[in-house]
């Protein structure tokens, strides 16, 4: 064998090992056609990852949200929206959610098309992420999940944890190094 090729398979294999496999999926940005496989776009990052709504009480975490992303990206955050009707906050327009999203909080992190987060019909993202945090699912909008650049999962928060507050944010920049 070529140590090209196995270079590449040796490359490939240590970064699956970080990426869990319920990561190892395609999702479609908000609004648009642009597809990114998660793996690839959160490998050896510090990921948060949010389901939203536009319309829940809970949307202006979106500016905290913005804020620690500002902040923390360059070290090697990435925080990744999933807007959801599971709770019947979100428009059924991706155009209207995108707008919220971008103009009324000027979110600039990665958001991607409406899924479904809680039960049978959880998209397998969630369905592994609750399975990782012991049953801990959404059970209403902004239900946080972070991981660390190893993959874990570090912890699991409710929709009144404010991302910008501690235990989050202290274990955020923990798992940065910062």
């Known amino acids: 064998m070529k140590w090209s ?8 294999g240590m970064a699956s090992a970080t990426c869990p496999d319920y ?3 395609e999702m479609r940005e908000l609004n648009s056609t642009q597809r990114h496989n998660l793996c690839q776009l959160t490998e050896g990052k ?16 979106f500016r905290d949200l913005e804020k620690l992303y500002q902040n923390y990206k360059d070290k090697g955050l990435i925080i990744l929206g999933f807007p959801s009707n599971d709770f019947r906050q979100e428009d059924a327009s991706e155009g209207k959610t995108a707008e ?32 990782a945090a012991d049953g801990d699912a959404p059970n209403w909008n902004f239900h946080k999940y972070l991981l660390g650049r190893d993959g874990k999962l570090i912890g699991s928060y409710g929709a009144n ?9 202290r274990q955020l920049v923990q798992a940065l190094g910062n």
């Open 100 to 131: 919220v999203c971008r103009r009324d909080y000027g979110v600039t992190f990665p958001m991607f098309n409406r899924v479904a987060v809680r039960g049978s019909d959880a998209v397998p993202l969630y369905r592994g992420l609750t399975e």
């Open 5 to 12: 090729v196995l270079w590449l398979l040796l490359v490939s």
């Open 46 to 61: 510090v990921v948060l990852v949010v389901n939203t709504a536009s319309y829940c009480g809970y949307s202006g975490q």
């Open 161 to 169: 944890q404010n991302p910008a507050r501690d235990p989050l944010r």
């Open 23 to 25: 990561f190892n999926v």
